[in-house]
């Protein structure tokens, strides 16, 4: 084994350094390139997820929603279309007489008249 003079060692030492900190650098490469491969695909995934979203959304018929209206706790009327609503008193009152409900015509009559305030 050979004496190393201070200056050899001084060499070995920077070189050593030199290793390392390139070696550190080509670590920290790989490590970037994988986060952006990473988020590429995170990317990817998201975009192909919000495409099969909008086309499922296209695909699925149009659902009419229901209303129910519980009346007393004793019926139920559903209703579907704006048709099938009743449009004036009268027709309310035929409704009560077939049956369909009981409506507290005190209670209506000062709906109305907040209503029309």
Avoid: C
Avoid at 24 to 50: G, I, T
Avoid at 68 to 91: G, V
């Amino acid at each position: 084994m050979a004496i190393r003079t201070k200056e050899s060692l001084q060499r070995l030492f920077q070189e050593s350094k030199e290793r390392q900190e390139r070696k550190k650098q080509l670590q920290q490469h790989k490590y970037k390139k994988a986060q952006q491969s990473v988020k590429k695909a995170l990317a990817d995934k998201q975009s192909k997820e919000q495409k099969k979203e909008a086309q499922n959304a296209q695909k699925q018929p149009q659902i009419k929603i229901s209303r129910s209206i519980a009346i007393y706790n004793t019926k139920y009327i559903e209703r579907f279309d704006d048709d099938d609503l009743y449009q004036t008193r009268e027709e309310l009152m035929e409704a009560e007489e077939r049956g369909e409900g009981r409506i507290n015509w005190i209670v209506f009559d000062a709906l109305i008249s907040i209503r029309d305030w």
